[in-house]
């Protein structure tokens, strides 16, 4: 069987979870072609990332052949062109994208549903519940390809009205959430006949990387943090606990690793704290040299407001090292206070940094031990080749029903039964508590 994948960017650096899982698919008898919105912005470092470019189709590579799709379709299935627009229209509504964007998301639909229906594929899995999922949403209706799609989170839980997260879920095939967490949110903004369709799926970690020996570890106080440097990532808050140790850990080391757009602002704020000398902002990092910089480390440490279930937390263990993170969203689920890290209340200076001192302190022994917990976690639950067999289940499955099927039940052109919160007593919510999700 062969199955479209779709991503806004993909490859990227941030998204090499997304190429282990398509590898372990392939691995597994599963045919995966590559699709991808856009190139990656930063420039690829990795040479398994430059070699899966040059396996990847981008969808925006050319005004022209977007029109051609698009004319293509209105003229052999007008029906159901037509339905889709009114669609994107809708859609638009919905969140403030505008209706421009929503007619980009359109004409990338025609060109995705054009090449798979040349290609025999009649499956799109999306990974992200954002543009790329909107984007398979419209290719099932232009082409009549069914979908899925993977929520990570923190983005679809933030804005899921504005995302039409319900009506995305309501036409797909299955959705995927990547922990616990993920699902209950995934639950909370949909249909509750829908719920058959939700399952776990995580994020899983190379069997190599488990199976590599753990480096030893360094006999210099260090830190390290991995992340795109964005503003649900905390990291101002990281500086400052440790601005407020570093009179009792004067020879402390902090790397940051990872880019992004608060990056001028945050070298800005180490200059103001007076921690030039202790942090390294290593910039975009290869996957060996992220592995380098964990291994370079005695703990990770993770700051961040918002998030899914990192997979950098999974490295972490698996390579040796207990972490401390926020305890937010999916990372409760991985990490366990006091057993393979520490977990503190999100945006506390003062329990980030009582926890970082902790870990200062700890001897080797026990560190040793806390990350061997870890390890134990990730190959009990996140293996990249049995979270793998579980996607290629579901794709076999064909879980839920037909696009056709959803169409007779539920009636795509009701506007207010679409993309308004499902009215369960246990779900419905009122739409100005959505920044509190």
Same mark, same amino acid.
């Given at each position: 069987?062969?199955?479209?994948?779709?991503?806004?960017?993909?490859?990227?650096?941030?998204?090499?979870?997304?190429?282990?899982?398509?590898? /372990?698919?392939?691995?597994?008898?599963?045919?995966?072609?590559?699709?991808?919105?856009?190139?990656?912005?930063?420039?690829?470092?990795?040479?398994?990332?430059?070699?899966?470019?040059?396996?990847?189709?981008?969808?925006?590579?050319?005004?022209?052949?977007?029109?051609?799709?698009?004319?293509?379709?209105?003229?052999?299935?007008?029906?159901?062109?037509?339905?889709?627009?009114?669609?994107?229209?809708?859609?638009?509504?919905?969140?403030?994208?505008?209706?421009?964007?929503?007619?980009?998301?359109?004409?990338?639909?025609?060109?995705?549903?054009?090449?798979?229906?040349?290609?025999?594929?009649?499956?799109?899995?999306?990974?992200?519940?954002?543009?790329?999922?909107?984007?398979?949403?419209?290719?099932?209706?232009?082409?009549?390809?069914?979908?899925?799609?993977?929520?990570?989170?923190?983005?679809?839980?933030?804005?899921?009205?504005?995302?039409?997260?319900?009506?995305?879920?309501?036409?797909?095939?299955?959705?995927?959430?990547?922990?616990?967490?993920?699902?209950?949110?995934?639950?909370?903004?949909?249909?509750?006949?829908?719920?058959?369709?939700?399952?776990?799926?995580?994020?899983?970690?190379?069997?190599?990387?488990?199976?590599?020996?753990?480096?030893?570890?360094?006999?210099?106080?260090?830190?390290?943090?991995?992340?795109?440097?964005?503003?649900?990532?905390?990291?101002?808050?990281?500086?400052?606990?440790?601005?407020?140790?570093?009179?009792?850990?004067?020879?402390?080391?902090?790397?940051?690793?990872?880019?992004?757009?608060?990056?001028?602002?945050?070298?800005?704020?180490?200059?103001?704290?007076?921690?030039?000398?202790?942090?390294?902002?290593?910039?975009?990092?290869?996957?060996?040299?992220?592995?380098?910089?964990?291994?370079?480390?005695?703990?990770?440490?993770?700051?961040?407001?918002?998030?899914?279930?990192?997979?950098?937390?999974?490295?972490?263990?698996?390579?040796?090292?207990?972490?401390?993170?926020?305890?937010?969203?999916?990372?409760?689920?991985?990490?366990? /206070?006091?057993?393979?890290?520490?977990?503190?209340?999100?945006?506390?200076?003062?329990?980030?940094?009582?926890?970082? /001192?902790?870990?200062?302190?700890?001897?080797?022994?026990?560190?040793?031990?806390?990350?061997?917990?870890?390890?134990?976690?990730?190959?009990?639950?996140?293996?990249?080749?049995?979270?793998?067999?579980?996607?290629?289940?579901?794709?076999?499955?064909?879980?839920?029903?037909?696009?056709?099927?959803?169409?007779?039940?539920?009636?795509?052109?009701?506007?207010?039964?679409?993309?308004?919160? /499902?009215?369960?007593?246990?779900?419905?919510?009122?739409?100005?508590?959505?920044?509190?999700?």
């Amino acid at each position: 069987m062969t199955t479209a994948y779709l991503v806004n960017q993909y490859p990227s650096v941030s998204h090499t979870f997304i190429r282990r899982e398509i590898e /372990a698919l392939e691995r597994g008898g599963v045919s995966v072609r590559r699709f991808t919105i856009r190139r990656s912005r930063t420039p690829l470092i990795d040479p398994a990332d430059i070699r899966e470019a040059a396996a990847t189709t981008c969808l925006l590579n050319g005004a022209l052949t977007l029109c051609v799709s698009v004319i293509r379709s209105a003229l052999l299935h007008p029906l159901r062109f037509i339905s889709a627009l009114a669609l994107a229209a809708k859609l638009s509504r919905a969140g403030g994208a505008g209706l421009l964007r929503h007619l980009i998301y359109l004409a990338e639909a025609a060109l995705l549903a054009r090449l798979c229906n040349r290609d025999g594929i009649s499956h799109v899995h999306a990974h992200f519940g954002t543009n790329p999922a909107a984007v398979a949403l419209l290719c099932s209706h232009l082409g009549g390809i069914q979908y899925s799609f993977t929520a990570h989170g923190p983005e679809e839980f933030d804005q899921p009205l504005g995302l039409a997260l319900r009506r995305k879920i309501q036409g797909a095939r299955f959705v995927i959430a990547i922990s616990e967490f993920g699902r209950s949110q995934l639950l909370r903004w949909c249909r509750p006949d829908d719920w058959h369709k939700i399952h776990i799926v995580r994020c899983g970690v190379d069997a190599s990387l488990l199976n590599a020996p753990a480096a030893p570890l360094p006999v210099y106080p260090s830190l390290v943090c991995v992340g795109r440097l964005c503003e649900q990532k905390g990291h101002a808050i990281l500086l400052e606990a440790l601005a407020s140790l570093h009179h009792r850990f004067p020879d402390v080391r902090l790397t940051l690793v990872g880019d992004g757009p608060l990056r001028t602002i945050l070298e800005g704020r180490v200059r103001e704290l007076g921690l030039e000398g202790c942090v390294l902002l290593a910039g975009s990092c290869g996957g060996e040299q992220v592995r380098h910089h964990i291994q370079a480390s005695r703990v990770m440490v993770l700051s961040s407001f918002a998030e899914g279930l990192p997979v950098v937390l999974m490295e972490a263990f698996a390579l040796g090292r207990p972490v401390i993170s926020a305890c937010v969203a999916g990372i409760p689920e991985l990490v366990e /206070a006091g057993k393979n890290g520490w977990l503190v209340p999100a945006g506390s200076v003062e329990k980030l940094a009582e926890a970082m /001192a902790e870990a200062l302190i700890c001897g080797d022994e026990q560190l040793r031990r806390m990350a061997d917990h870890g390890r134990a976690a990730v190959e009990a639950r996140h293996d990249a080749m049995i979270e793998a067999k579980k996607i290629a289940t579901l794709f076999r499955a064909g879980v839920g029903a037909s696009v056709t099927e959803k169409e007779d039940a539920h009636g795509y052109d009701d506007e207010a039964n679409d993309l308004e919160p /499902a009215m369960c007593p246990s779900l419905a919510v009122e739409s100005s508590n959505v920044a509190t999700l």
